[in-house]
């Protein structure tokens, strides 16, 4: 399975924004973007005016990195989307959200996405009752996602549970963190997903 495996916290300078691909590191003032909020390299500090296809480009490689997509997958999610009928920036958010590693994640079982995608790789996580281990795994409403029994001893899995009960959890998702299982209830609307992008300046980009 093809994957970044560099810094990670230099993406997030190179795109400007926090992505919170850290997990709770992002959240201190540890965070190397509290401290070097500018692009990675020795002209990092200059200041320059995006064009048009520029600001398309940066918003298409934050999503990308945001999920965890490399450029071949990212692009077919987005050749499915166009084909389907609707507004192809909603779907596009659709496909990527319903993917099992944001999943885990979104129901607060980890706290990045890379740890969900672990999580999901060594064989932890259960799609209605049966062992999933394919990160890219689709669900569909209904589906019934848990961590398995014997994995939820896991030390950052219990402290992401109990992380996650202080906060507000997405309201297209039924968890129940006691029990380390939710239910996948339905596609989120636009609006339910806190994107710091323009994901229209994405579809702009693919259209050309």
Same mark, same amino acid.
């Given at each position: ?12 300078? +190179?795109? *400007?924004?926090?992505?919170? %691909?850290?997990?709770?590191?992002? &959240? ?7 401290? +070097? ?20 480009? +940066? ?14 997958? =990212?692009?077919?999610? !987005?050749?499915?989307? @166009?084909? /389907? ?23 607060? =079982?980890? !706290? ?6 672990? %999580?999901?790789?060594? *064989? ?12 890219? &795994? /689709? %669900? ?15 030390? !950052?899995? /219990?402290?992401?549970?109990? @992380? ?15 029990? =380390?299982? *939710?239910? =996948?209830?339905? &596609? ?17 980009? &693919?259209?050309?």
């Amino acid at each position: 399975m093809a994957r970044y495996t560099g810094p990670v916290c230099r993406l997030c300078r +190179r795109e *400007g924004m926090k992505l919170y %691909l850290k997990g709770q590191k992002c &959240y201190t003032d540890k965070c190397p973007f509290e401290k +070097r909020p500018y692009a990675p390299g020795q002209h990092g500090m200059r200041r320059t005016k995006l064009t048009q296809y520029a600001i398309q480009l +940066r918003a298409k490689q934050a999503m990308k990195r945001i999920y965890g997509v490399l450029e071949r997958q =990212f692009r077919r999610y !987005f050749e499915e989307a @166009s084909r /389907r009928k609707g507004v192809t920036g909603e779907i596009l958010v659709k496909i990527v959200e319903s993917r099992l590693d944001n999943v885990v994640y979104r129901m607060g =079982f980890a !706290f990045s996405r890379a740890q969900a995608r672990q %999580l999901v790789r060594h *064989g932890h996580v259960l799609v209605n009752g049966r062992k999933v281990d394919i990160p890219s &795994y /689709r %669900l569909k409403p209904g589906d019934i996602v848990e961590i398995r029994e014997k994995s939820r001893s896991i030390p !950052f899995v /219990r402290e992401a549970v109990e @992380s996650a009960k202080d906060r507000t959890l997405p309201k297209w998702l039924d968890v129940d963190l006691d029990n =380390f299982r *939710g239910v =996948f209830s339905r &596609y989120p609307e636009m609006d339910e997903v806190d994107l710091p992008i323009d994901v229209q300046a994405i579809v702009e980009l &693919y259209s050309k």
